[in-house]
Structures are given as structure tokens and as C-alpha cells.
């Protein structure tokens, strides 16, 4: 979607000689550029009495409580309501909205804030303390999807807060001309109830790549930036600004050199995006005719038939282990195998990989606790995903192995093993294949025998012996992501040493190529579903590798397909050959640069860059 155009009357105020042109440095979490004035909104904690009650008008606090939540409940009833009749064909919104329902109808969120007001305290006052003691527990997590949840939880106890005061949050339906929201949070019924006509974009100073004000802004096409610092503090109502989503780049009170510059990046942006749109959805080959397969990564099932409409060859990652995050209990067999078999249902025969699952180090959760290494110094180095299966979590391990097989009854399904870095680790993972595969004929279930099995190459040592591992899986996918925080020994989380990351490193080019001849010399598929996949760049150089597919978020398909089809692959390979030669990161890049500005034009990977998710 491209920004609303600014109406011929409009134009933004006079710039404030006193106040300099200013940026700030957020996450890009939605592409695109909006240029625009601030509209500030407020998202604290109202003003609230605190007082204690009398044992005889407990009751009837207990009573306020319980209306004010059947009332924030139906509100967003409402909301849904709404999403539905307007016909926006987008299942994500409504699965973010039922998951903000679903804390409301939480037993701990009634009965953590009914036991303070058991206590004497008001209703306000309750859920405030109960608000508080929740923050408490989430801020020792270090998950940042953990956290996340925690917003989501006070988001919905400001609302119940709301209406026990009888006030009603700003909505966002009209403005006298576009704007630019800013504030701390957005809610999701926030982001669904705006007007988009007249909202150009919006700034948070909360929220990471994976919050839902991450997911709303890229489904609703609005550029967005969130956790800018202290953007609630620097910026006035009316104030100027631009949204770089593709860099992150909050500008505020802009200079003219600035606004003229952004005035053609975003006619330039929003022509290649309407470009984009009419690139043909078919199987991509190369000019010369070289077949790529090209596949999705999806986190959440309702992603499965926004790729399928984007032309995909399938679904190339699933990550399961979004099905264990901000849950109070496991999903049971049926629960997965029903998630599962509805995605393969969606692909209409299209194979679908499920990555089993895949928790531990930056991504805790709850219902592994137990399981998980919470003091140790490096989590990203100690037992998570195979390894956290294999070695204590084997009852997890089987049921989800169970419903991934269960669900292929109706459609092509293959499994991935992640993190794997000994072929022992195979050969044991496939013993529990075998295990599930004789207990579901001992009960007489119906499930898909012939299964392929694949394992994640992540691993420096998994890529270095993949001609070992090869013999036993069907094919290799390669985890870009922790291969090269791996490769090179740093924390990709750390912005100190975030300069090491370079994907396109000659000892990385030679790794990939590596993997991906070991592969081919065992007759193993070898695909890629790192970061680098999205970037036209590296994609470009990845053909030119030998890889046999790429897999990357489904709003990034478009631009890679244009890729591949622009692209004649024996000059991607003969430049792969002079790339695995070259010295420097600085000179492989000036070059797949050059190919691609030669090829696509110099804003595709504008698109590309903050279209992709986050990690594998």
C-alpha cells in the first residue's frame, strides 16, 4: 500500500528556526516513507483514585470490576466485528485481536486483581497492583517476546482501567489533514480503528520487529518505526517529520535539503512498489532458464494463505515455536495436529516443512521453564532446540513429531530438525521419527510414511561434516542467521560487535558453497532460509552458489521472484566463482551492488530490507 498522497491544499507548518533538524535511530519494522506532521497520543495509565473499601461494599467493588471487563471484552468483539465488515482479508489482524481477548477472559487477570480487592482495595487500585506484579515478573525474562506479552497485558488493563472510569481512550477516525501518530504504545484495536485515509505512518517509542504494532503496520502497508527512543519527549504536536521504515530513521523538523531528498525516495519507493505488484506470481527460472525453487517462511498459521497467493513453491520454514510462547500450558497432539493440518490444507498440495521446535537461547517461554538455562552466560551456546528435545523435553519432542506426521495425511509434509551440530544428533532425532511412526500404527492412526526429513545447517561444525550428514536426511536448509554469529564468534543481539555480521564475508561465501556441494554429491535438496535469502543482493549470489531454492518472509516473494527472473544464472555463477577468490566483504559487496542496481534498479533492495522478519 502506498502512502495516502498529501492533499494540494496542504502543506506542513513553517519549520521553528529554534528547533534543528534532528534524527533518531529506531527499527524499521514497515517499509516505506512518509513524510507528515506529529500527531502525539496519549497511551498512559489514567489518573486513578486509590482508596481502600469497606468489607461491606467489597461485593460490590468485586462487581465494578467484573463489568468493566465484560465491557473491555466487548469492545473488542466489537473491533473484530468491524475488521470483518470491512473485508480486509487479513486473518493475522484477527488472530492478534483474538490474542489481546484471550487476556482478558485469563483467569489470572480477574482473579489476581479480585484477590487485592478482596484485600480492601478498589477496583482501580487492584488492577493497578496486579498490573505492577505482573511487570515485576515479566522484566526478569530476558525473551524479548516475553516482554512483549507484557505490553500486551498492560494495553488491555488500561483499557479495563478506562472503563471503570468511565473515560474512553482517543479514537483515531478523523483529522483535519494526514498525520503522523506518534506515542509510546498502539494497541491493536488502536492500529484497526484508524482512519488510514488520514494516517501516513506511525512512530512508537516501544515495541521490537516482532511486537504486533510490528506485524498491524506491514499488514496495513503504513510505514512505522518503533522503539524510538524518547520520541514522546522530542517531538510537539504539529512538528514536521519523516519516517524512513527502510532505515529506521525518525527525522524530525527536517531541513529542506532532507525533505527534498525523502520527496524522491518516496515517489521512487511507492513506483517500484506498484512495480512489484504486477511481477508474475509463476514458477521462478532465471533468464536462461534455471529453475529456483522460491518458498515461505511463516511464524503464525494464518501467514500459510497469504504465500500461497504470492505464488510460492511452499512453505519452506515453519516455526513451530510460536505454539509454545505466551501460554500458561502446552499444546496438546490435537491442538498441533490441527494447527498443522489446516496450514498443509491452505498450501493445496504444496509441501510444507515444519521446523520442529526450536526454543531456548534469545527465545524463552513459559511452559519450558524448567528446561531452559536461565543463568547461564551465553544461552545462545547451551541446550536449546534439537538439543533441548533430545536431552530433556523427549515427551514434547514425540507428540510434536507425532501431529507433524498425522497432518500429512493431508498433503505433501516435511520435517526439519534445527540446530543440529553432530550427525549423532540425526541419527537420534530419526530414532524418534521411527518411535512415532510405531506407536501411531500400533493405535491405528493414519498418518504420512514416507515423510522426507531435513536438518538445519547452523552450525559451523554441521557445515564443515555435511557430507557426513548427508547419507541420512533428504535435505539440508541452511540457518544463515546463527551460521554467521557462529563463523564469526559474536552475539548478533550485541550492537557493540554488530559490524562482524557480514553475510557476505569471503569465509562465509566458501562455507555456503561448501554445504551446498556436499549436498549435491549425496543427492540432498540444499535450500537457504536465513536473512540473506530476502536481500536481492545476496539472493543473487546464492543462485550463483548452486543453491537448489531460497526461502524468505512471503511480503519479501515478489522482489526475489523479480530477482531470479531478471537474472541470467550462468553469469551468477561465473560471479559466484570470482566472489569465492575475492579478499574483502567491501569488494563482494560493491559488486553484487552493482549487479543488482544493473538488474533491478537501485531502490529494490529498499523494499527487500525491512520487509524480511526477524531471525530464523
Not at 465494578?64 to 470491512?86: K, P, W
Not at 502497508?221 to 520520541?231: E, K, M, N, R, S
Request: with cysteine; proline share 6%; aromatic share 6%.
Amino acid at each position: 500500500m502506498s502512502n495516502p498522497p498529501l492533499p494540494d491544499h496542504y502543506t506542513p507548518p513553517d519549520l521553528d528556526p529554534s528547533r534543528e533538524h534532528q534524527a533518531v535511530r529506531g527499527i524499521g519494522v514497515s517499509a516505506g516513507y512518509s513524510i507528515g506532521v506529529a500527531h502525539l497520543v496519549d497511551r498512559s495509565m489514567p489518573d486513578f483514585p486509590e482508596y481502600c473499601v469497606t468489607p461491606a461494599h467489597i461485593e460490590e467493588e468485586r462487581q465494578r470490576f467484573l463489568d468493566a471487563l465484560s465491557v473491555s471484552r466487548q469492545q473488542l468483539r466489537d473491533v473484530r466485528d468491524r475488521v470483518i465488515q470491512q473485508d480486509l482479508h487479513n486473518p493475522e489482524l484477527l488472530y492478534i485481536l483474538d490474542a489481546h481477548r484471550l487476556i482478558l477472559e485469563d483467569g489470572m487477570l480477574r482473579e489476581g486483581t479480585l484477590a487485592y480487592i478482596d484485600q480492601k482495595c478498589n477496583a482501580e487500585w487492584a488492577i493497578k497492583r496486579y498490573l505492577d506484579d505482573v511487570t515485576t515478573l515479566f522484566l526478569q525474562m530476558d525473551d524479548i517476546c516475553l516482554r512483549e506479552k507484557q505490553r500486551d497485558i498492560e494495553q488491555e488493563c488500561k483499557r479495563v482501567m478506562h472503563n471503570l472510569l468511565g473515560a474512553r481512550p482517543e479514537q483515531f477516525y478523523a483529522f483535519m489533514h494526514p498525520v503522523i501518530l506518534v506515542a509510546e504504545d498502539f494497541s491493536p484495536s488502536d492500529t484497526l480503528l484508524m482512519n488510514r485515509e488520514g494516517v501516513l505512518g506511525f512512530v512508537t517509542q516501544m515495541g521490537g520487529p516482532t511486537s504486533h504494532t510490528a506485524i498491524l503496520a506491514r499488514s496495513l502497508g503504513l510505514p512505522a518505526i518503533v522503539g524510538a527512543p524518547f520520541t514522546t519527549h522530542h517531538i510537539h504536536a504539529g512538528d514536521p517529520l519523516i519516517i524512513d521504515g527502510v532505515d529506521g530513521i525518525l527525522h524530525i523538523h527536517p531541513d529542506d535539503a532532507t525533505l527534498t531528498d525523502y520527496e524522491k525516495r518516496r515517489r521512487r519507493f511507492n513506483a517500484l512498489q506498484k512495480e512489484l505488484q504486477e511481477t508474475p506470481t509463476g514458477p521462478a527460472r532465471t533468464k536462461d532458464g534455471h529453475r529456483i525453487l522460491l518458498k515461505a517462511n511463516i511464524e503464525l498459521e494464518e501467514e500459510a494463505d497469504s504465500a500461497f497467493r504470492q505464488g510460492t513453491d511452499g512453505i519452506g520454514l515453519y516455526r513451530t515455536e510460536n505454539l509454545y510462547m505466551n501460554r500458561t500450558a502446552m499444546p496438546d497432539e490435537e491442538e498441533l495436529t490441527g494447527i498443522f493440518s489446516r496450514i498443509v490444507q491452505t498450501m493445496h498440495g504444496l509441501p510444507v516443512t515444519i521446523r520442529t521446535l526450536d526454543i531456548g537461547g534469545e527465545k524463552q517461554s513459559e511452559v519450558f521453564w524448567n528446561s531452559l538455562d536461565h543463568d547461564t552466560p551465553n544461552p545462545a551456546l547451551g541446550v536449546r532446540a534439537l538439543r533441548l528435545c533430545l536431552q530433556r523435553e523427549p515427551a514434547v519432542f514425540q507428540t510434536q513429531i507425532r501431529a507433524i506426521l498425522r497432518a500429512g495425511v493431508h498433503g505433501p509434509v516435511r520435517i526439519l530438525f534445527p540446530l543440529v551440530s553432530d550427525v549423532g544428533e540425526v541419527i537420534e532425532a530419526r530414532s524418534h521419527l521411527d518411535k512415532a511412526r510405531t506407536s501411531l500404527d500400533e493405535e491405528g492412526i493414519p498418518y504420512l510414511t514416507d515423510i522426507e526429513v531435513g536438518c538445519m545447517i547452523e552450525v559451523p561444525s554441521a557445515a564443515l561434516t555435511a557430507d557426513i550428514i548427508a547419507p541420512h536426511v533428504d535435505f539440508f536448509s541452511i540457518g544463515t542467521n546463527d551460521l554467521i554469529q557462529f563463523a564469526f564468534g559474536i552475539d548478533r543481539m550485541n550492537s557493540a560487535v554488530s559490524y562482524l555480521y557480514q553475510p557476505a564475508h569471503p569465509a562465509m561465501i566458501r562455507l555456503l558453497k561448501s554445504v551446498c556441494d556436499a549436498g549435491h554429491d549425496h543427492g540432498v535438496q540444499v535450500m537457504l532460509c536465513g536473512e540473506m535469502a530476502g536481500d536481492p543482493r545476496l539472493a543473487t549470489l546464492l543462485v550463483g552458489l548452486g543453491l537448489d531454492g531460497l526461502s524468505v518472509s512471503h511480503t519479501t516473494l515478489p522482489v526475489i521472484r523479480r530477482m531470479i527472473h531478471s537474472l541470467s544464472y550462468q553469469d551468477a555463477k561465473q560471479m559466484a566463482e570470482e566472489l569465492l577468490i575475492s579478499g574483502t566483504t567491501d569488494a563482494i559487496l560493491d559488486q553484487l551492488n552493482t549487479l543488482v542496481q544493473n538488474t533491478l534498479g537501485s531502490s529494490m533492495s529498499d523494499i527487500s530490507q525491512h520487509s524480511r522478519k526477524g531471525p530464523q
